[in-house]
């Protein structure tokens, strides 16, 4: 027994010795990443983006400073008429991770796939302009007509009609495939095929494990068009829940943390400041209008000083200076880009006596219970929704709170009983992206909003590129929504991240990052990052 | 024995039907299905997009319709697929039960060598000071939960001291070593052994007061015995009795803080794979996780009826 004892003795100082003495070396990255980000499979990755920045890639990336593309797998691209036409000029001698060449049958052979009904994805929408996308919809015909390889590095892609912005708002989020894979798979099975958890791609880094759950290793790769990376490997390692990743920042465990989910907890944001080997972004713009839902559709909400009323009831400064502890910016439109937005918009300052009068003059029934949703869980938002809570119960308003996770949430739009909640969405990237929440007949989030005049100005910001040009319209859009009140806008959300100064290039771009870019590949230059010395 | 073996073992094939059409409804009765839960906003789904998927899933036959199918499916011995990923689910529950059998096995080891320990000298020492101190601990242990317990051993080892891993399996990346592994072991075993180790410790001591106070106890110190041996041999044999229920007991609780440890810890067992099927409305992987656990449950419910009648030869199922 006693030998035994002694044995142990040394066996466990190792155990807890190892984790002080252990040094990378090597070059490894270790980056967080959410639960679902790489099993969702159909050619939808939303967060699993990441891995569409290092394995796989796209014709053209969006660039970190978030002011235009990076050429990828495209080496070029001409419009001769003004954004119908695309004719994109390929890399030349790209291979995949297997050494087969990429050519532009790969290209024609994605974006076939990504509009093949019977693969199913939600992704497929982003090719909707594609001419032909109609009728490989509906069956009679069997590819889109207008993608076509021109010779093996030159792919011409028809629209419909011009689209002066389509490579910049939509062909951003397409990855190419290798066609001498997938191709031999049916439509029909390609969510489940083991391609997804064994990717082959042209990117920077080599899919290297997979461990469900656990963790994503990829490799450099040697013989990247870019340049090789100077990393050895990247890490994407796995978590569900957000606070494991913030403790796994404060033991260096990882060095990057995930922006889904809601960034750094305020309530944890001053420690990480204090550790110097982080460097923490506290007001980072997460891009997210947020804003009151109301189902527009229910009799009560329909008229527009009762969604006034709500907005004057709630102290909407004091509310993030206190809950939020500072992370949100005043938003009294759709639209998070200072551009997009007119300057002589309505403030709607905290004012209940106005409240109790506009929602008088309408004939609110404060008898009545407000049904009331919400899918934040973490405790800043959820304080958040009761402060929203006393300021409506203040003027008349009885909101019942329930929190839902999405499924239910969408059970709830899909049939019908939705009356009022408190929601966001990533319109960071342009504000084109609002549109789904505002424009006529939009499911599920316009909830019977609808205004011509606004969806011609949508319309109209996406035919000139030139941003003064566009400014105009969604200018304009923006007084309209800022009157109407589709949605009581609240604020736009602000998310404090933190990076580990370990990796050299990490926290630098996402310094000059100038709001999170939700569900799209970003081209950061990680191949130039490094461990530092 | 052969015969209440027999006996037991056909009795659960109704306790296990029963269970079938019980999952099934849950499952069944949460909002929103598989389909919806993939629609997000950056992604809405059209209505056309939205049956396909139903179609392919068959979330669109009557309900009693899916109930037998799924019943089929099983009594062919296969569990069916995940709807997220397609994969099998016994195959997926497969490759994730030794990783939840390590961490459970381990948190309850460790619980009942600490529990019947402390436990034994608790009774022992019975009101006196260690007596006094053990059974407040003990009781500060049974009133921490599980989820508490684990957030507060990560923030006292991992983030202020630095000494262990704050979550996972092993160092990811890494080339399995047991040492790594154990290391990461240790806090999520820990978080949930404490609490049942507080339970095992009191019904040690009971267990031990009891056996103190009969003759043959007396009869041995008059014999001359040495105080070891009378504790160990003739107390601590006859103390452990109970306990085995106990410990039995003990599994299905488990089961359930296993969930939540492992949510915290990221510890990529069956708890974390049953989070997120519920999240995702994955109702095959749902229902394999709550059948699989009924069943085990099952049999360790048996095995300690059959430990007792071998622990102690007063027992007996005929």
Known sequence: MRRLLMSLVPA??????????????????????????????????????????????????????????????????????????????????????????????????????????????????????????????????????????????????????????????QLIAISIFPEHILGKVAPGDIKGNAFWVNRVGTG???????????????????????????????????????????????????????YEGGGVPISELARLQKLDYLTVLPKFSAGLPTYLQFNLENKRFADVRVRQAMLYAIDRKAIIETVKQGAGELLNTLFPQDWARAKDLEQYDYNPDKAKQLLADAGWDAGQPVDFIYYYSDQMNVDTVTAIQSYLAAVGVNIQPRLLDPAAINQVYADGSFQMGFFANGVGLDPSLGSPLVVCGAKP????????????????????????????????????????????????EVRPLAFNNRIVGLAQHFKEQPLVIFNHPVYNEVEKWEVAK | MLSY????????????????????????????????????????????????????LGLDQPLYIQYLNWI???????????FVNGRGVGEIIGERLPMTLELMGVALLVAFVIGATLGVVSALRQYK?????????GFVGVSIPDFFMGLLLVYVFALELRWLPSSGISTAGDSFSLLDNLRH???????????????????????????????????????GLRPSTITLRHGLRNALIPLVTVFGLALPTLFGGSVVIETIFQWPGIGLMFIDSVVNRDSPVIMGYVLITAIIVMLANLATDLAYSVLDPRVSYD
């Open chain 1, 12 to 169: 466990l100082a190792l155990m807890f010795a190892v984790v002080a003495a252990k040094a990378e070396g090597g070059g490894t990255f270790r980056s967080a990443m959410r639960t679902g980000c790489i099993e969702m499979g159909t050619l939808h990755t939303t967060c699993g983006h990441r891995l569409d920045e290092t394995v796989l890639q796209g014709l053209v990336h969006i660039k970190w400073t978030g002011d235009g593309v990076q050429p990828m797998l495209a080496e070029s691209w001409k419009t001769p008429d003004g954004g119908k036409t695309y004719v994109f000029n390929l890399r030349h001698g790209v291979k995949w991770h297997d050494g087969q060449p990429f050519t532009a049958k790969d290209v024609v052979f994605s974006l076939n796939l990504y509009a093949n009904p019977k693969v199913g994805s939600p992704w497929s929408q982003k090719l909707s302009a594609v001419a032909g996308y109609k009728a490989l919809q509906d069956g009679s015909a069997s590819a889109l007509a207008g993608v076509k390889a021109l010779d093996d590095t030159t792919v011409q892609i028809e629209l419909d009609s011009a689209k002066p912005l389509w490579v910049e708002l």
């Open chain 1, 204 to 258: 920077p880094f080599i899919w290297k494990k997979y461990e469900s759950d656990q963790y994503v290793e990829v490799d450099r790769n040697p013989d990247y068009f870019l340049g090789a990376p100077k990393l050895d490997r990247i890490i994407y390692q796995i978590y569900k829940d957000v606070p494991p990743i913030i403790a796994a920042l404060e033991t260096q465990e990882v060095d990057a943390m995930s």
């Open chain 1, 445 to 492: 989030l316009a909830m019977g909003y609808c205004n011509p005049k606004v969806d011609e100005l949508f319309n109209k910001g996406l035919e000139s590129n030139d941003r003064a040009v566009r400014a105009a319209s969604y200018q304009e859009a923006s007084r309209i929504l800022n009157q109407d009140l589709p949605k009581a806008w609240l604020w736009n």
């Open chain 2, 5 to 56: 073996l027999l006996r037991k073992l056909l009795l659960s094939i109704p306790v296990l039907f029963g269970v079938t059409v019980i999952v099934f409804a849950i499952a069944h009765a949460m909002p929103g299905d598989a389909v919806l839960a993939m629609i997000t906003a950056e992604a809405p789904s059209s209505d056309e997009l939205i049956a396909m998927r139903r179609g392919e």
């Open chain 2, 72 to 82: 089929g499916q099983i009594l062919h011995g296969n569990l069916g697929r995940s």
């Open chain 2, 129 to 137: 000071f260690t007596d006094y101190s053990l059974t407040l601990a």
């Open chain 2, 185 to 223: 072991l240790i806090l999520p075993a820990a978080a949930l052994a404490l609490f049942r180790a507080a339970i095992f410790m009191r019904y040690a001591r009971a267990g031990m007061l009891e056996v103190l106070n009969q003759s043959y106890m007396r009869t041995a110190k008059a014999k």
